[in-house]
């Protein structure tokens, strides 16, 4: 589904409404895509640098979570990839323990894709 914007000015029709919906809450085979990035000190080897990643969709599950480093390679003492954890309706963790101490900015970033 293409998003259109709605103008204010206007009168909301149903299928403005409709598009609200499907934002909000994605249906099975549905995804929603965006960025990330993490930084942060590392005080010691294993430190983990960690955020939260909110979804756009309230009240739908997704079923997995992939990410990837297209934005900025790990780099400033963090060794590998980020993870995921704590995937919820609310959105998920992206984090990484693969670290190397003491460092100031190690920092990572990329796309993410939520699968419904």
């Known amino acids: ?3 259109y914007t709605v103008n204010p000015d206007q009168t909301a029709e149903p299928e403005d409404l409709n598009q609200l919906v499907s934002v909000l ?3 099975p085979g549905g995804k929603e895509q965006g960025e990330y990035f993490i930084a942060g000190p590392v005080y010691g080897n294993g430190a983990i640098v960690s955020a939260w990643v909110g979804s756009l969709s ?3 599950l997704p079923v997995s979570v992939t990410v990837d480093t297209s934005i900025q390679a790990p780099t400033g003492g ?3 990839n980020p993870g995921t954890s704590n995937l919820s309706a609310n959105g998920f963790q992206i984090y990484n ?6 460092n100031v900015n190690a920092r990572a970033g990329g796309l993410y894709t939520l699968q419904y």
């Not at 323990?97 to 003491?102: K, M, S």
Request: charged content about 5%; glycine content about 12%; proline content about 6%.
């Open 58 to 60: 309230r009240g739908s």
């Open 78 to 80: 963090m060794n590998s």
């Open 97 to 102: 323990l693969n670290t190397t101490g003491p």
């Open 25 to 27: 809450q994605q249906s």
């Open 1 to 3: 589904m293409s998003l």
